[in-house]
């Protein structure tokens, strides 16, 4: 998990687009919170809702960032 949010990181930035950036981000901030690093989850949910909120990713990420919260 560690390797893989590395890389899914490092694709989102690769080239920013509407497309599959927040894709690459959800997938990113998923692993963060499984390896229990839940402030960098939260920041990755919640950069997917500022930049890119009208994206499939965005409009869901809202359930992402409450459980991220109430966890905390």
Known sequence: NE???SYYIKAAELRTN???TPI???KAANAAYTLGDKENALLLYTRIKTEFGS???GQKVDKY???VSASN
């Open 18 to 20: 509407d497309f599959t």
């Open 65 to 67: 960032i409450a459980k």
């Open 3 to 5: 390797e893989a949010l």
């Open 24 to 26: 690459f981000l959800m």
């Open 55 to 57: 994206s499939n990713e």
